[in-house]
């Protein structure tokens, strides 16, 4: 394989658009690399001439909860979600859900930003953060600075591998809203112990009650892979808001709905289709029900236990 | 360029690097710390496994310039963050509490993995002081070892933890073993282990001469296709590049092979490529990077040939041909068992079992990946020392030399001089240490091109195989297709078995015909079968060849056997272990093959103690009395599986089965024993320390062993066929003993006294007087005397007949005798198969039983335990001997529920590691493994092989237990979730599978898919 040319470390948003802007097409960010270089090593993606690493872009991993947001930098890596405090009060589903990817020496490196430029519909961060209705900032070179926009995350899919990124666009952060009183979320996948290290499907579900604890008022599905990007089983959720509670018949209904909804296919060698119909079955009453409990304990308004956390890097 | 500035091991660095590299390459090859080991390339393995800023990172894909101004923390650097380093006040060596644990606990093996373990263990205690098992396993799931089984590696981090917190290292847990002798049967600790903790042990890679260029290999895109030409101009012109090597420039024999001459050092010419992976040519260039570039200016024409990739059809008469010359076509060999009269048993029995099962094409996954590094004679760079011997440290061959981790040197030697035109003695082999071999480091991988590169160029050539290149190009285990049909009676006595295996041993021969021969003769499995008729087909196909691979085929018709074993007993109602008990294997008993068993046959003695301890953990856990019959603990059903299994020691068949030892003995009080067999992680280098040290009563660190040098030590044979312990262990015992004899007779003289009462103990020669008084017919009290090894045995308090081993030497070489015995230890003769005599000279046996946990929602399958028992004879080195155990263990976890190299259509679909997942920490069970000893008399102290048979039942005890559990029975390997899911649901008993076919493709019957 070709290696890159050149390795630029900028301390800046605008210094790392600037680079990406001047070698257009030539450049690429990289991360934590975990993905990207597989790719180029297996010649799947065609090694640039230069390669923008943005994680020692100053603020790029921090977590913090502000203006009624929790906000993480694209940057924060999966170890630092995992273990973060705040975010394990408010998201769960996404400290989960990086928790089990890879082993410790690659949570170490891969960051949630790369997660979601990888644009993988199985991609376990992904979904965790698709179940928070997160919505990402995209920060994009212009001739009058820096533009920053905010969007939601589905947007930003093109398809499995493909991202709707210019090549003078980066993500800089994620932001979802606290979890509320009666509110809760988890995330359950199933693996396969041949092939590749990709999920046969991962769900994160974030429910929250109504006052009386027994009916589902409002409720959010994310499921990979079930389509070509990262899926929300609008339809379950829909079954689960409009029923009269949350009971056993509710929860097959939702998972009869997400089933008809979900376009699930045969991959080779790691599930076929009638699997993957099975498994949201057996994920979605998992996910639901440990969502559910958490909302039920979560009676009182949350209150955030590390609003600022120290930036938890290891160093 | 801006330098590269990294604080590595507490010392700053600034380097001029490309922009390019990843961490891995600057640590190993700029800065010269080859501690760290790269072994996937892709993040997977974790050999590469570094600290950078107090976390902990996969090298081998870290750019390196992320880690600029860090600091990075090796395996090198480790020993100096131990507590107490600083202040002098730890008085332990130089180590780690880490690295103490992983030698007292036999956690490294090959050594290759260590450092990443050690690595990401310390990030580990750094934070959690006192980790339990579960949250070892979570720090440890992505850090893959394959020798140990991981059991070693968990209690060695609990081992240190504890340490770390209360200052005391607890002892390795080991099973009891029958009357140790002061070297035999004790867990002493492997001479390479402290250099494998450290990262000083060094594998080929490790090694670099001045003026090294390196090598890349061109290899077939096409399963079958006829080279019409080569242009390499491009390749040529480029840059950097000296030389571009094919078919045309093999001065010698253009083919090779173990067995058959059949395998081109280059496809072209008359030879088409016959796999994909085949090698075309081989770039040899000033750097790897320009190698790799240059490959790709090679442009091969092609005349893509019909392929065959199914060993059914390629015996088919209008097949294509692979070996045009070869008079049977495709078929490599059609093995035959006769025995007894198989219409007659099978009119004898009340139940017949027939089924047909498939196992896949499996990779060895040895965490090294093959490199090889040759130089040229009369080269003047510096040459490394491979041998902790003072003297090999000065010798100097100036003979063509390659460097390679290979577990057969002369055969390496032989095929390389063969191949360059050279007589043997023109060209030197010298082992270095092998991260794993398991059998695919057997045949030649890129021996003869660097020998030949570095011929044509005058330079020493490295050749390092990526792993992915390594994972398409090496022989793999046989995928087979085996239909077996078993008859008894109803009280159970097996009456017949009639079998028909297909073996595909892919392009090339490798040992496949011996492969398949095993499997054949094995596939009556460990039972008394009065009629056997068993024919097995081992075709040649344009997959990757298939060879070697632990367990040597009977891994493969075990699984078929002890399935339908099972089977069978559900037929007769009857007991799994009751059903084996009455038809195992016993002192007396003929195999299929007319071998009468005469001795060491422990197999009934397994069973029962497998039984017993199942039984004890039933009671204990208030389960039900019937250890088969399901439990259901949540959406789980858990029950146990058994089988059994054997496996010959040594080479058998006929093949004439030997190994030489040469013993030294200096004047300083040490000795040296020397033989070319493999060390692969198995310990060869501990067991002929342990025999020498036995034999001349000398303390187990006095005896340094060198192994694997084509100029230094005799031959000790290939590293196969679980023979070393048995025949380098018995030439190294013999060479010691003939040694002694000799100290004996000059010391004798010089006491004036008879020579069979000088004894050696604990580096000292004296009289017995015991022993001598019983000659002389009186009675001296006798306190742990041991006539048996003329060794042991006290000193009479006040005797003066003493002198130390070195004055003993000393007394020796006064006498002008020489200090060196060289002994040709031949294993007991064996006949081939179908003459009826002894085929083997000794066998293995075990019984593995599994308690498998199969989820019911998702068909999720978990090995929780497993207990076993072997007969190994005797336990040389019961730490190495459990070690073996576990890992063969884990391995056949793997066989059963993991591992599947995808090959569709000739084209490999698994490219890369992370595509072939191996057992890792998390899959390790509980395992509780005992010790049987039924010594065989020829071998070293009674001892018999192990690396390959505890590996073997353990597949069908993982599937057996699935039936047991689910009623499901699973006929093809390896167990696929998402079809016995589906076959839970849709209530089918078997499931019947095509390797590489998923979900509906699995479940028999043709239904449709949903």
């Not at chain 2, 604080?7 to 660095?13: A, C, I, L, S, W």
Request: hydrophobic share 40%.
């Amino acid at each position: 394989m070709a290696r890159w040319r050149a390795y630029h470390t900028p301390s800046t948003v605008a210094e790392a658009l600037s680079l990406l802007h001047q070698h257009k097409d030539k450049a690429r960010i990289i991360a934590g690399g975990t993905d990207l270089i597989l790719d180029m090593e297996a010649e799947l993606a065609a090694a640039p001439d230069v390669l923008v690493d943005v994680t020692k872009i100053g603020g790029i991993d921090h977590i913090a909860q502000k203006d009624g947001w929790i906000v993480l930098g694209a940057g924060t890596t999966h170890t630092q979600i995992e273990s973060s405090p705040l975010l394990r009060a408010h998201a769960r589903c996404l400290t989960e859900s990086c928790g089990v990817i890879g082993g410790p020496q690659v949570r170490n490196v891969a960051t949630l930003g790369g997660n979601v430029a990888h644009a993988l519909p199985a991609a376990d961060g992904t979904i965790g953060l698709l179940a928070l209705e997160a919505e990402v900032e995209v920060a994009e070179h212009s001739a009058r600075g820096t533009l920053h926009t905010w969007q939601p995350l589905l947007s930003i899919f093109a398809g499995p591998g493909r991202n709707r990124l210019a090549p003078d666009q980066m993500l800089h952060a994620f932001r979802f809203r606290p979890t509320d009183a009666r509110a809760g979320n988890a995330f359950d996948r199933i693996m396969r112990p041949q092939g590749v290290a990709l999920p046969v499907l991962g769900i994160a579900a974030r429910v929250r009650m109504d006052a009386t604890l027994r009916r589902v008022e409002d409720a959010v599905i994310a499921i990979g892979p079930a389509g070509p990007t990262p899926f929300r089983a609008t339809r379950a959720e829909n079954v689960l808001t409009t029923a009269e509670a949350f009971d056993d018949d509710t929860v097959e209904k939702a998972i009869a709905a997400a089933q008809a909804q979900a376009s699930l296919r045969t991959s080779k060698y790691r599930a076929s289709q009638a699997y993957r119909h099975e498994m949201i079955g057996v994920l979605l009453r998992r996910v639901l029900q440990t969502s559910v409990e958490r909302a039920r304990m979560n009676d009182a308004p949350a209150e955030p236990r590390d609003a600022y956390p120290k930036q938890c890097s290891g160093v | 360029m801006t330098p590269l500035t990294l604080t590595v091991n507490g010392e700053e660095r600034s380097l001029e690097v490309p922009p390019s590299r990843y961490l891995a390459e600057v640590l190993r090859y700029d800065l010269g710390l080859t501690g760290t080991k790269i072994g996937c390339d892709e993040a997977e393995c974790g050999c590469c496994t570094v600290i950078v800023d107090g976390q902990s990172v996969d090298s081998c894909i870290y750019p390196a310039f992320k880690a600029q101004g860090a600091q990075v923390l090796t395996i090198e650097g480790l020993a100096q963050t131990r507590p107490g380093s600083q202040d002098g006040s730890c008085s332990a060596p130089e180590l780690h509490p880490l690295q103490d644990a992983f030698i007292r606990h036999g956690a490294t093996q090959c050594g290759f993995c260590t450092p990443g373990f050690i690595m990401q263990a310390k990030t580990l205690l750094d934070e959690n002081p006192d980790p339990t098992d579960l949250e070892i396993k979570e720090c440890l799931k992505d850090t893959y070892c394959r020798c140990t089984g991981y059991t070693s590696i968990i209690s060695s981090v609990k081992a240190a933890s504890e340490y770390l917190r209360t200052g005391t290292m607890p002892d390795a847990v080991l099973p009891p073993v029958t009357k140790p002798l002061t070297q035999i049967g004790q867990p002493l600790q492997r001479p390479d282990a402290v250099d494998k903790v450290t990262g000083a042990a060094r594998y080929t890679d490790d090694y670099t001469f001045d003026g090294m260029l390196f090598g890349a290999t061109l290899r077939s895109k096409h399963p079958h296709a006829q080279i019409r030409s080569i242009d390499a101009d491009a390749a040529r012109a480029l840059n950097g590049v000296h030389a571009v090597l094919t078919h045309a420039e093999v001065p010698g024999d253009p083919r090779h092979g173990l067995v058959e001459n059949d395998w081109p050092v280059f496809a072209g010419g008359p030879y088409p490529a016959r796999y994909v992976g085949d090698p075309i040519a081989l770039v040899v260039a000033e750097t790897a990077e320009i190698a790799q570039q240059a490959l790709t200016l090679v442009r091969v024409d092609y005349e893509v040939l019909p392929a065959v990739t199914d060993p059914r059809e390629a015996l088919q008469p209008d097949a294509p041909q692979l070996h045009p010359d070869r008079p049977d076509g495709n078929l490599l060999k059609h093995i035959k068992v006769r025995h007894g009269d198989v219409e007659e048993g099978f009119a004898e029995s009340d139940v017949i079992v027939e089924r047909t099962y498939r196992t896949p094409m499996t990779e060895h996954a040895f965490l090294e990946p093959e490199c090889a590094l040759a130089v040229p004679a009369g080269y003047s760079g510096v040459r490394p020392p491979n041998s902790k011997e003072k003297a090999a440290h000065d010798y100097d061959s100036d003979k063509l030399t390659v460097y390679v981790g290979s577990q057969i040197p002369y055969s390496d030697r032989r095929q390389v001089a063969k191949s360059l035109g050279l007589d043997d003695e023109e060209v030197r082999v010298i082992g270095t240490l092998m991260g794993g071999g398991f059998g695919g480091k057997e045949d030649i991988a890129g021996q003869i091109h660097a020998a030949l590169a570095a011929q044509t160029t005058g330079r020493p050539v490295k050749i390092l195989y990526s792993r992915q290149e390594s994972l398409i190009f090496h022989p793999k285990r046989h995928s087979t297709i085996i239909r077996i049909k078993t008859g008894a009676r109803r009280d159970g006595t097996l009456t017949a078995v009639e079998a028909e295996l297909y073996g595909d041993s892919g392009a090339y021969a490798s040992l496949g015909e011996k492969v398949m021969t095993r499997a054949t003769t094995h596939a009556t499995g460990p039972y008394v079968m009065p009629h056997a008729r068993i024919d097995c087909y081992a075709m040649y196909t344009n997959n990757a060849p298939s060879g070697a691979f632990r367990g040597f085929g009977v891994t493969q018709s075990a699984f078929a056997v002890e399935s339908n074993l099972d089977i069978l007993s559900a037929e007769l109602g009857m007991d799994p272990a009751e059903l084996r008990r009455k038809n195992v294997m016993r002192v007396g008993v003929e195999t299929a093959t007319g071998q009468e068993l005469i001795e060491s046959v422990g197999l009934l003695e397994c069973l029962d103690r497998v039984e017993e301890e199942i039984r004890k953990s039933q009671a204990s856990g208030s389960l039900p009395s019937d250890p088969w019959a399901p439990v259901r603990i949540g959406s789980k059903r858990l029950a146990w599986g058994v089988a059994a299994g054997y496996k010959n020691t040594g080479l058998g068949g006929g093949a004439p089965d030997k190994a030489e030892a040469e013993v030294e003995v200096f004047p300083d009080g040490t000795a040296a024993i020397r033989t070319s067999s493999a060390e692969m992680g198995q310990n060869l280098v501990g067991v002929l320390a342990a025999c020498t040290a036995q034999e001349l009563g000398l303390p187990y660190e006095k005896v340094l062993v060198t192994v694997m040098d084509t100029d230094l030590t005799p031959d000790g044979g290939p590293s196969t066929a679980s023979r070393q312990t048995y025949v380098s262990g018995n030439a190294a015992r013999l060479a010691a003993r003939a040694m002694r004899q000799q100290m004996q007779n000059v010391l004798a003289e010089k006491f004036d006294t008879h020579p069979e009462v000088i004894a050696f103990h604990e580096g000292l020669a004296y009289v017995d007087e015991r022993r001598l008084a019983q000659i002389h017919g009186s009675e001296l009290p006798v306190e742990g005397a041991n006539s048996a090894n003329g060794s042991a045995g006290g000193i009479l308090p006040g005797s003066t007949r003493t002198i130390s081993f070195a004055d003993a030497v000393n007394a020796l070489l006064a006498e002008n005798r020489l200090p060196k015995i060289r002994y040709e230890y031949w294993a007991p003769q064996t006949q081939p198969l179908g003459t009826g005599g002894d085929m083997h000279f000794a066998f293995s046996y075990a019984v593995h039983a599994a308690l498998v946990s199969v989820d019911t929602e998702t068909g999720e399958v978990a090995v929780e335990r497993v207990i076993s028992a072997h007969d190994v004879g005797r336990a040389i080195n019961p730490l190495s001997l459990l070690g073996q155990i576990e890992g063969g263990i884990v391995m056949g976890i793997g066989n059963a529920l993991t591992e599947n190299y995808i090959v569709e259509d000739g084209i490999p679909w698994t490219e890369r590691l992370g595509q072939y997942k191996m057992p890792g920490i998390k899959m390790t069970p509980k395992m509780d493994s005992h010790i049987v000893e039924h010594p065989t008399a020829d071998g070293p102290y009674g001892a018999k092989g192990v690396g390959e048979i505890s590996s073997i039942p353990i597949s069908p005890a993982i599937t057996n237990a699935i039936c047991n559990a689910v009623g499901v029975r699973c006929l093809a390997l390896p167990v696929d979730q998402d079809a016995l899911l589906l076959a839970m649901r849709d209530g089918e008993k078997e499931i019947d599978g095509h390797w590489g076919q998923t979900g509906q493709w699995l479940v028999p019957n043709g239904r449709q898919p949903h």
